[in-house]
């Protein structure tokens, strides 16, 4: 505080095998809510959120959840919201963003966290990789085995399926911080590159947000943001060489089971909140380009070929601005 | 008592002996020079210079090489705050060994760009 003005809030932290970032502007004059106070408690929510959801710890309560060999398993508020959200993103993808591939990406080699572990160079991966073929759902669609009872405080499914929190956990997590961040002038919550940004004053005051490039690292596209949500998802960062020397990486396609090769190295999505824009980004990329455009039609977004050729698509391309350029000639007389 | 002396007088050459003689010495220089000439050894060009190597002396062509250098600057475009929550901005599209973009210096207090990035 400085001359009895709150400054903005703005940290980063590590959760999730990613890093968490949270801001916050504060309200002006002395009414609001102290907006470091605010970060906190979300910056608790988070790690808490990733200790209970963690498929990679043994103790959380996704794991306790997967072990369980009753059919009816008692489960929390948050579990019970994450399974929903991940049925959600299934129902709404017709089963291409799948939750219950947990043995599949297991059998990929997808065990243990990868946070902090070196990817594979982009090229090194589709040097070796399959035919492109966009995915396609699981004929067995075992997702719909999964039931979630708030009434009851419990979630259904057949004995010995598992669930993966992790395909819309980030988004999901944003957008719970979200709903706490509601009554600030302005805040934005980025799990990773899940980002949910809103605010009472928001739409007036847009935050910039520039997309990674998946190859070579740049920031090839910025969107302006005022309220929703925006997420990218890509091969390039959870990706692996098998045993044999297979590229894989931790987006499947149902129907095999195995890596998905779509034609597509990334794909950023906008979209209402931060966990629908995520589902929309990862079935954009399981798509394949074709799809991709569909998918990314209604809310817009881009999608990155694997030449490195950058694709906008929908809304975004309407408001594309190319940058001023300015060009100086000069001749030299050698 | 008079000696009389033998008086030998030799006689002139004829005319036609000393014209003829004249023309073929003529002849005779006018033949080796063209000799010389077809030889490649012209005398009026020097002892060991011949004709080709004459010819073939480095040309010196001052010639005016315009390169022309042209110096890109990305300056990013204006905030544009619309009505509707998304809107978009600068994309250079890029490859494997594109450069960044070149960006505009940031003010000492701005934040950390924001970044969505595939995680």
């Known amino acids: 505080m400085r001359d009895g003005t709150v400054e903005p809030y703005d940290e980063q932290f590590d959760a999730m095998g990613c890093t968490v970032r949270v801001m916050i502007d504060p309200s002006s004059g002395d009414a609001g809510r102290d907006p470091r106070e605010a970060g906190r408690q979300a910056r608790e929510f988070i790690l808490d959120f990733d200790r209970r959801l963690s498929r990679f710890r043994a103790d959380s309560e996704l794991t306790a959840l997967n072990r369980d060999l009753r059919e009816e398993v008692p489960a929390s508020d948050l579990l019970r919201a994450a399974v929903r959200a991940g049925l959600r993103a299934a129902r709404s993808t017709n089963g291409l963003v799948d939750p219950t591939l947990v043995d599949q990406i297991e059998q990929a080699g997808y065990r243990e966290s990868r946070a902090g572990l070196a ?124 045993e044999g020397g297979s590229p894989g990486h931790h987006l499947l396609d149902p129907s095999t089971g195995e890596p998905c090769w779509s034609g597509l190295l990334g794909v950023t999505a906008i979209g209402p909140t931060a966990v629908e824009a995520e589902t929309l980004a990862k079935a954009a990329l399981l798509s394949g380009p074709t799809g991709a455009r569909k998918i990314l039609s209604h809310h817009g977004g881009l999608m990155v070929h694997e030449d490195s050729q950058v694709e906008m698509v929908g809304r975004a391309t309407i408001r594309l601005r190319l940058p001023e350029v300015r060009l100086r000639t000069s001749e030299v007389a050698v | ?118 995680s």
């Open chain 2, 1 to 118: 008592m008079t000696e009389g002396r033998t008086v030998t007088r030799r006689r002139k050459p004829s005319a036609a002996t000393v014209f003829l003689a004249s023309a073929a010495l003529f002849v005779a220089a006018l033949g080796y020079l063209g000799y010389q000439l077809a030889a490649g050894r012209d005398p009026a060009l020097g002892p060991n210079a011949t004709v080709a190597e004459k010819q073939t002396r480095p040309l010196v062509i001052h010639r005016r090489i315009i390169r022309r250098r042209i110096v890109t600057t990305v300056v990013p475009s204006p905030v544009t705050v619309s009505s509707s929550t998304v809107s978009s901005g600068s994309a250079p599209t890029s490859s494997y060994s594109a450069p960044a973009p070149v960006s505009a210096p940031a003010p000492v207090a701005a934040p950390a760009p924001v970044v969505s990035a595939s």
């Open chain 1, 119 to 242: 990817g594979v160079p982009i090229p090194e991966l589709l040097s070796s990789a399959p035919t492109r073929e966009s995915a396609s759902p699981s004929p067995g669609r075992s997702w719909r085995m999964f039931e979630v009872d708030d009434e009851r405080g419990i979630i259904r499914r057949t004995p010995g399926l598992r669930f993966d929190t992790g395909g819309t956990g980030k988004g999901l997590a944003a957008d719970m911080v979200a709903g706490s961040l509601a009554d600030f002038p302005r805040f934005l919550v980025n799990c990773g590159g899940d980002i949910r940004i809103g605010g009472n004053e928001a739409s007036g005051s847009p935050y910039d947000v520039l997309v990674e490039h998946p190859a070579s690292g740049n920031m090839p596209h910025r969107f302006k943001l005022g309220r929703g949500g925006i997420a990218t998802s890509g091969i390039n960062v959870r990706a692996w060489l098998r």
